[in-house]
Every structure is written in C-alpha cells, then in structure tokens.
C-alpha cells in the first residue's frame, strides 16, 4: 500500500499536462462556458459554410407564393415580405456578419498593436503623441464617425464602396483600435525594463527585432483576449448600421438589415426578427464566453502555479 501511495505523486506528475499549450488548453476545459462557446461557434461556423450550399433555395430569389410563410416544415424559419427563406438567408448573412466581425478584428488589432507598441517601447515625445491622438479619438462618439463616414461612402456612385461589406469592415476596423493601443501600451511598458530585453540590448539587436521577438511575444496573451472579444464587438456594431440603414445593403444578406427590414412587419411576422436576433445574441454571448475562458486560462498567475 505504501509502494502505491508512493507511485501516486508520481504517475499524476506524468499525467500533467507538460507544455504551455497543454496547461491552456487544459485549464480552458475547465472554463465550462468557453467549452459550451466554443462547440456553439463551431455550430454555427459549419451551418454558415454549409447550409446555403446544400439546399436548393437561393438567398436572394424572392417568391410572391410564400410571402411571411410562418415557420414550417417546408421553410423552418419561414419567410419575408417577399417570399425569400429566413433560414437560407440567416447562414448566408452569418457569411458576411462573421466575415466583418473578423476582418474588423484583424485590421483594430494590427493598427492598435502597431500604435501600442511604438507608444510604450520608446516613450517619450512619441508615447505623449500617440496617447494624447488615441485619447481625442476616444473622446468623439464613436456612433458619430461611423454614421458620418458610412454616410460620406454611400454618396459615392461606387456599387462596392457605397453598399458592399468592405468599406463597413474598414471603417469600423480605423474606428476600433484605440482600446487595443491602450492595452499593448501598457504590456510594453511593463516588459520593456526585463532582463531579457535589456540583454538583448545589450547584445545590439535592433529595435524592430525586440519589439517583435523578444516582448509582443510575451505580451500576447491579453491581445488574443481582446481580439476574440473584439469580433463580437464588430458584430453588434454592423447589426446596428445596418439597422440604422447605413451598414451593407439589401439585397445582401446580414443579420443587420434582416433585423431592418422586420422592422415593420414584427407585429403579424414575428419570426423575421426573432431568428435574426436569436442569432446576434447567441454568436456574439459564445464569442464573449470564449474569451472569458482564454482569459482565465491564459492567466500568468494561474499558469505558473499549474507550473509548479
């Protein structure tokens, strides 16, 4: 029995997880609602790539024999005031909603990452410049500039910039960085004065190479929280341009100007503002709980007591 007690210690030790990634991973399972977003947004990815490609209905044809069909068999979502499936143009507007919650991430976390990292690697005149042009921009309402900018596209005689997803995923992504800047502000200010980094001063490695080699690295885990917080973030932000008649256009589907257009029909077709609303609170609340768990499991605290 001894022997056993003793073996004990031992085979656990074997059974921990032993790299980085493992004791993220490992600590993420056990963050019960990022588990559950995690499988929700693999659901929902995999209906938005493979629904509107294995039925036979198209998102954009209408049908003046099935207008605002209440759900059923046939049309499990029902339809709209011009007879057009609500479930084939949900997952093709997951395709565009989805498309420009990432894209906007991607562009808030390059520009905020880039201002973040000048900012609190060489201080100075330079940190005092782009802090005090980061605070004006926090200081305008944000809704302000995207209506205006929004506005400004759509009095161009340009099909693509006046109605299509792009010019939306831009202009929400040069309006989202600031928080981001912020954030990478701090984390350099912080890893900036440790011993490796001054070693590798000391050693004659450029800047650019301590920047991106030695501290973003390390300074990585409160950026990837913020990015996957960022995409639910852009989500809620098109919905409402989009409700607001200043987002991507009809006949283009997104889970925005579906909500639009249910605007005036919600009273005797309820269903064409329950689904896509459904939708924006189930993605954007499974996007929240994933970066909750990578929050919590890639903690530094936490991660060095797993360590020990």
Do not use: C
């Amino acid at each position: 029995m001894a022997s056993l007690t003793a073996l004990r210690p031992a085979a656990s030790a074997l059974a921990a997880p032993r790299t980085l990634g493992q004791m993220v991973w490992r600590r993420f399972r056990q963050h019960r609602p990022a588990l559950i977003g995690l499988v929700g947004m693999a659901v929902i990815l995999l209906l938005a790539a493979l629904v509107p490609l294995l039925t036979n209905y198209d998102a954009l044809k209408t049908n003046v024999d099935f207008i605002r069909n209440a759900p059923s068999i046939e049309h499990i979502f029902g339809t709209d005031e011009l007879g057009r499936d609500l479930f084939i143009r949900l997952w093709a507007g997951a395709r565009i909603s989805l498309l420009i919650g990432v894209s906007t991430m991607g562009i808030a976390i390059a520009i905020g990452t880039l201002v973040g990292a000048a900012a609190g690697y060489y201080g100075g005149r330079i940190d005092n410049v782009l802090m005090r042009f980061t605070d004006f921009m926090l200081s305008i309402p944000q809704l302000f500039l995207l209506l205006l900018f929004a506005q400004l596209l759509r009095t161009t005689n340009n099909p693509v910039l006046s109605g299509g997803p792009l010019p939306i995923i831009t202009i929400i992504g040069i309006l989202a960085w600031m928080p981001i800047a912020r954030l990478v502000r701090g984390q350099f200010l912080a890893l900036k004065t440790r011993d490796y980094v001054e070693a590798a001063r000391a050693m004659g490695v450029s800047n650019a190479r301590i920047i991106f080699r030695h501290i973003l690295p390390n300074a990585a885990s409160p950026i990837i929280v913020a990015a996957t917080l960022r995409v639910g973030a852009a989500i809620i932000t098109e919905s409402t341009l989009s409700f607001l008649g200043f987002g991507v256009q009809p006949p283009t589907p997104t889970w925005g100007n579906m909500l639009k257009n249910a605007q005036a029909q919600m009273t005797y077709a309820p269903w064409t503002a329950i689904f896509p609303g459904l939708a924006i609170f189930v993605t954007v609340l499974a996007i929240n709980y994933i970066g909750d768990g990578l929050r919590d499991a890639l903690d530094p605290r936490t991660l060095v007591k797993a360590r020990r």
